[in-house]
Nanobody
Framework: QVQLVESGGGLVQAGGSLRISCVAS????????MGWFRQAPGKEREFVAA????????DYADSVKGRFTISRDNAKNTVYLQMGSLKPEETAVYYC?????????????????WGQGTQVTVSS
């Protein structure tokens, strides 16, 4: 059974920074791409960022490009999302997910496993 556990969410002021993490267990973490998604109240879950199995390839939603950085440490089975210049409209539950393949995807259907999410609240 694959488990993904996010942490690091919280309350941050607009313009601030936050790093969230996701630890994986139960599968060969280093062979799969990983992604971050978010879901705001009343909205659909949306793609934020993804990283390939060895970290050589990354992809970002246009809305976060230049402000967010995804990274991974395969020795620690952990993927990170460093978020900067946060905006109130980015308040959401942030989810990490494990892809079915080593390469990045934006489509939710490409991901086989999901964490329970971590709340990020950006105050104005």
């Amino acid at each position: 059974q694959v488990q993904l556990v996010e942490s690091g969410g919280g309350l941050v002021q607009a313009g601030g920074s936050l790093r969230i993490s996701c630890v994986a267990s139960g599968h060969t973490f280093s062979t799969y791409a990983m992604g971050w998604f978010r879901q705001a109240p009343g909205k659909e879950r949306e793609f934020v960022a993804a990283i390939s199995w060895r970290g050589g390839g990354t992809d970002y939603a246009d809305s976060v490009k230049g402000r967010f950085t995804i990274s991974r440490d395969n020795a620690k089975n952990t993927v990170y999302l460093q978020m900067g210049s946060l905006k109130p409209e980015e308040t959401a539950v942030y989810y990490c997910a494990a892809d079915r393949t080593p390469v990045t995807h934006r489509d939710l259907d490409a991901y086989a496993y999901w964490g329970q999410g971590t709340q990020v609240t950006v105050s104005s």
